[in-house]
């Protein structure tokens, strides 16, 4: 049986972070940050919150949307890359927060790509019947991990915390819910977008040196021009393959919702799509990259916003550090 | 809907071993209380540079070779570990790269110690749904950089030992996967956990403060998790014994995976198995969390301890705190 989304919820922290806000912290201004990313501001957190703590009122809205209890569902998959704890996996955390004890959780660590990979392996366990109800929840907590200074200005100016998580059950009609996914990845580019600390390779893997300062190696590095240049070519190609799997065209698409990393590259991608401006959704500038929370947290406003009608054929799909990159067609 | 079928198994551990003689000095303790509270005998370290990714491509090409196939087969990667290459991207990308496969996905997942067993569940899920063909499913650490090697670390660092562990997971006729189980209950995570990094630390994820407290070493409550362990790997053997229809008679080995090896053993003889169907990979391995139940496997496999049509049950228990269980027809 095919897998659709039941409900959606999202949370973000109430502390906005405006682009003139940031250029009190680092020799940044409004302009080249809106320019280069199209984002005007980002939440971050403002006290001890991390992943879980974000996703939790995000679960209980989607579970409230989706007339789901927490006690029901089969199994639960949180995706961040940016963890509550080292040891577990943020779901712990997060099944505390919703008091489950016993339902199968695990992280999955795909980054922008997370979303999409979660999604396609929730779709396959509702396929094969071994859960009818699967929590997905991508949540992200950056602010803590970024360098808040001019050295880090390219990096920290581009992240935003939040949360947002969906529910999906069973969808009788074969014609309707999540009717295919695809996953990729090419690793000889994992240095390019990448955070090295912790890391197995250097004994011992935490070194003072690794910590919070100046060229800390806690802090995400990324070639921004390189990752462009591959994003522009695996969006499309993954778009394409989605559409060639089931037999439809860009033309049929009624919503496109790409992983919101930044506006110059969703808006290169839908030009080289030749797909209508109005049937694209972004919420980037007000956001910033939430990374694994990133799709739902637009998914969500973009049925807000009408965007999502019964019926609707929505395509979604990302590009991000591994590099990984995927999407989903869903009829909903 | 095909079933899922056991391609082949392989493994890879480092080749230097390290005995509770060469810890003793490290840690200021006798060897011989070394093994009497962690009930491990020798453990294997790779030598600094190498991460799970590398152990992962070894015990991958392993599998491959025995399954005489080539990277190009494999259709997804699903990579378990609480010790990745670096802290993001995933292992499995290296892996992608290192393996020479294609621009395949590869999917990056995180449930400790019963993490192989989670990932298992998930190839054998995208097979079951027609979704991939070869699935390669990985578990493996490099714990040894993560440990503390002075007197402090005393209680954690004999325990753990490095190795990775893969399986392919293949599309058949005839069921390979019978039946899995999985389960994470969060009420007292705290008995094995590394807090540091931690991104939910406000202003910053981790600073020279938590360092010297050595907020970035693992803390095992292990009286607590052994008592925790114990019964609900015994139980674990019956629920995933029930959900595939089988009685214990019917299973030659069981792999029962667990921080103390003895805690294991005595979980599986108290499932009914005798203690010549048992396999408890930390008795030669030490703890290798996501590694051990595949890589105790590849060798049950390898030696012809089992053979084709045999039917294995694993149980792993861990951090999460996370257990689950599989049965497998090989």
Redesign the interface.
């Known amino acids: 049986m095919n897998a659709r989304i039941l409900g959606i919820g999202r949370h973000v922290p109430e502390r906005v972070v405006t682009n003139d806000d940031l250029s009190s912290l680092m020799e940044t201004t409004d302009d080249w940050i809106q320019q280069r990313t199209g984002i005007k501001e980002r939440h971050w957190?403002?006290?001890?919150?991390?992943?879980?703590?974000l996703a939790a009122p995000a679960v209980r809205e989607a579970l409230d949307d989706a007339g789901v209890k927490a006690e029901d569902l089969d199994?639960?998959l949180l995706g961040?890359?940016?963890?509550?704890?080292?040891?577990?996996?943020s779901?712990?955390?997060?099944?505390?927060h919703l008091g489950?004890?016993?339902?199968?959780?695990?992280?999955?660590?795909?980054?922008c790509s997370g979303f999409l990979?979660m999604l396609?392996?929730a779709?396959?366990?509702i396929?094969?019947g071994?859960a009818r109800r699967v929590l997905v929840v991508g949540a992200?907590?950056?602010?803590?991990?970024l360098d808040q200074t001019t050295s880090g200005r390219e990096v920290a100016v581009i992240f935003g915390d939040g949360a947002a998580a969906v529910v999906l059950g069973e969808e009788p009609d074969p014609k309707k819910g999540i009717l295919t996914?695809h996953?990729?990845?090419?690793?000889?580019y994992?240095k390019k977008?990448?955070?090295?600390?912790?890391?197995?390779?250097?004994?011992?893997?935490?070194t003072?040196d690794m910590?919070?300062g100046p060229g800390s190696r806690?802090w995400p590095r990324m070639e921004g021009r390189y990752v462009f240049k591959h994003a522009v070519t695996r969006f499309p190609e993954v778009i394409n393959e989605a559409l060639e799997a089931t037999g439809y065209t860009v033309a049929d698409l009624d919503l496109f919702i790409p992983h919101q990393a930044n506006l110059r590259i969703a808006q290169l991608v839908a030009m080289g799509l030749e797909l209508p401006p109005e049937k694209m959704f972004n919420n980037i500038e007000k956001y910033g990259n939430t990374t694994a929370a990133s799709i739902p947290l637009a998914l969500y406003e973009a049925r807000a916003a009408g965007l999502v009608r019964d019926g609707a054929l929505v395509c979604l799909a990302a590009f991000g550090?591994?590099?990984?990159w995927?999407s989903a067609l869903i009829r909903w | 809907?095909s079933a899922s079928v056991v391609l082949a198994c392989g493994a890879a551990v480092p080749t230097r071993t390290v005995t509770n003689e060469e810890l003793s000095a490290m840690l200021d303790v006798g060897p011989a209380a070394i093994a009497e509270r962690s009930g491990v005998a020798r453990r294997h370290w790779v030598a600094?540079?190498?991460?799970?990714s590398d152990l992962g491509r070894d015990a991958a090409a392993d599998a491959l070779a025995r399954a005489g196939l080539g990277p190009e087969a494999i259709d997804?990667?699903v990579f378990a570990t609480?010790?990745?290459?670096?802290?993001?991207?995933?292992s499995?990308?290296?892996?992608?790269?290192?393996l020479g496969c294609r621009?395949?996905?590869?999917?990056?997942?995180?449930?400790?110690c019963a993490?192989f067993l989670?990932a298992l569940?998930?190839a054998?899920?995208?097979v079951?749904?027609g979704?991939a063909s070869c699935v390669l499913a990985i578990g493996a650490e490099?714990h040894?950089?993560?440990?503390e090697r002075t007197p402090r670390g005393a209680n954690v660092t004999p325990r753990f030992g490095d190795g990775a562990g893969a399986m392919l997971v293949g599309a058949g006729a005839d069921a390979g996967v019978l039946a899995?189980v999985?389960?994470?209950?969060?009420?007292d995570?705290e008995r094995?956990?590394?807090?540091?990094?931690?991104?939910?630390?406000?202003?910053?994820?981790?600073?020279?403060e938590h360092?010297e407290r050595g907020l970035?070493y693992?803390v095992i409550d292990a009286p607590a998790l052994d008592r925790q362990a114990e019964p609900t790997l015994t139980a674990t053997v019956a629920e995933v014994l029930a959900k595939a229809g089988l009685g214990v008679d019917a299973i030659d080995l069981c792999i029962a995976h667990y921080l103390d090896p003895r805690v294991a053993r005595r979980a599986a003889r108290a499932a009914g198995f005798p203690d010549d169907r048992i396999v408890v990979p930390g008795e030669s391995l030490g703890h290798v969390a996501a590694g051990g139940i595949p890589i105790a496997l590849a060798e049950a496999m390898g030696s012809g301890r089992v053979g084709k049509g045999a039917r294995v049950c694993c149980v792993a228990f861990g951090?999460?705190?996370?257990w689950?269980g599989a049965v497998l027809k090989l």
């Not at chain 1, 996953?183 to 000889?188: A, F, I, P, Y």
Request: net charge negative.
């Open positions: 957190v403002a006290s001890d919150q991390g992943p879980a703590d199994l639960v961040t890359l940016s963890p509550d704890y080292d040891v577990p996996s779901c712990s955390p997060l099944l505390r489950l004890r016993g339902v199968p959780a695990m992280d999955v660590r795909n980054q990979y396609s392996v779709d396959k366990f396929r094969t071994e992200e907590t950056h602010s803590t991990g996914t996953l990729h990845s090419e690793g000889k994992a977008l990448m955070v090295e600390a912790p890391t197995a390779l250097c004994d011992s893997r935490v003072p910590l919070s806690l550090a591994g590099f990984t995927a | 809907m600094t540079g190498t991460g799970p997804l990667i609480m010790t990745p290459d670096i802290a993001f991207p995933g499995g990308c290296f892996l992608q790269d290192k621009e395949i996905g590869a999917l990056d997942v995180r449930a400790q993490g989670f569940a998930t054998d899920r995208f079951r749904a979704a490099v040894s950089t993560a440990l899995t999985l389960h994470t209950d969060p009420t995570f094995f956990w590394c807090e540091f990094p931690s991104s939910r630390h406000f202003p910053a994820r981790m600073e020279m360092f970035h693992y951090a999460g705190i996370s689950a």
